[in-house]
């Protein structure tokens, strides 16, 4: 019997799928293991635990399953593509196609139809694909100058409004230490900080903190009440729909004279910024029915491994 395993390779966490031509047998789950954040070594030690968890789970070995398909960050890059299938290889001994988690993403949402996919979790990428098979990307082109509306970009721009306030008299820090202030304080504890200038000086470190980190604070804190963290999370929603909508023009001309014109345009949301946070996908989806109102959302976040599970069922 044929077994197939699909891997969604985050940023955050590590999720795996096996099957076999019909049925899901099991899943698993590990830490990160997008290469370019957490290094080779971390990469496979991730995807060695959630391949030897999910196969004992099913009561087979590695070496049975027929084909793997993984979906990562960056691997339309084929530096890291490379390097991710030459850790597969020392894991899986069978074929493995390393594919973008936009491409797992997109198979999940909406098979082989058209449609457009917005990811937003440790970074963030707009990807779509027309009745004519067209594909077109928008955003994804990393932390330091992309990602709009990410987890990271969400952490970054928290920190950064805590201090817009703070100079506006807004939030005072008090006698230049720990701040008096839920949202401020629970970033300190977070880093382990003990002054503004720890936060100054961890905030602008090289290389570059985990800001990712910091959304699930930004998100009970809004909960909460917190002004300054439900406008970051406000702040989100427009950034992602922007890369949405550079997408949908691409794909689907909103003029009626431009082909391919559609009515419809499905669009799905997918990641743990869109998965947490109701205010993300609210303003998402308001900002960019407002841009084009032929947008026909997508009810539920999408979970891109069940694309993965797919796309290894279909290799050759």
Request: aromatic share 6%.
């Amino acid at each position: 019997m044929p077994y197939y395993l699909g891997i969604d390779g985050g940023g955050t966490k590590t999720t795996c799928a096996l099957g076999d031509d019909h049925r899901l047998l099991a899943t698993a789950g590990a830490g990160p293991s997008n290469v370019v954040r957490v290094g080779e070594a971390q990469s496979r030690e991730s995807l060695l635990r959630c391949v030897n968890e999910v196969c004992s789970s099913a009561g087979i070995t590695a070496a049975q399953i027929t084909r793997v398909c993984i979906g990562a960050a960056g691997a339309a890059s084929p530096e890291i593509s490379a390097v991710v299938r030459r850790i597969l290889a020392t894991i899986v001994p069978c074929p493995s196609a390393v594919v973008a988690d936009s491409e797992i993403t997109l198979q999940a949402a909406f098979a082989d139809g058209p449609g457009i996919i917005v990811i937003a979790g440790t970074g963030a990428i707009a990807y779509g694909r027309n009745a004519q098979g067209e594909t077109a990307r928008a955003g994804g082109w990393g932390f330091a100058i992309s990602d709009e509306g990410s987890a990271h970009w969400i952490g970054c721009h928290a920190i950064a409004e805590l201090f817009r306030a703070h100079d506006r008299g807004e939030l005072l820090f008090e006698q230049g230490s720990v701040p008096g202030h839920p949202f401020a304080s629970a970033i300190f504890q977070k880093w382990g900080l003990h002054s503004v200038g720890d936060l100054v000086r961890a905030a602008n470190a090289t290389p570059a903190p985990d800001f990712s980190a910091l959304f699930p604070i930004v998100l009970s804190c809004a909960e909460a009440g917190d002004a300054i963290a439900y406008k970051v999370l406000t702040q989100a929603g427009p950034e992602l729909s922007a890369i949405a909508a550079i997408v949908m023009e691409r794909l689907f001309p909103a003029s009626a004279d431009k082909a391919p014109f559609q009515t419809s345009v499905p669009v799905a949301m997918a990641g743990g910024v869109f998965r947490h946070s109701a205010r993300v996908r609210e303003v998402f989806y308001n900002e960019l029915r407002r841009r084009d109102d032929r947008v026909s959302l997508h009810p539920e976040v999408v979970d891109p491994l069940a694309g993965a599970l797919e796309l290894a069922r279909k290799q050759p």
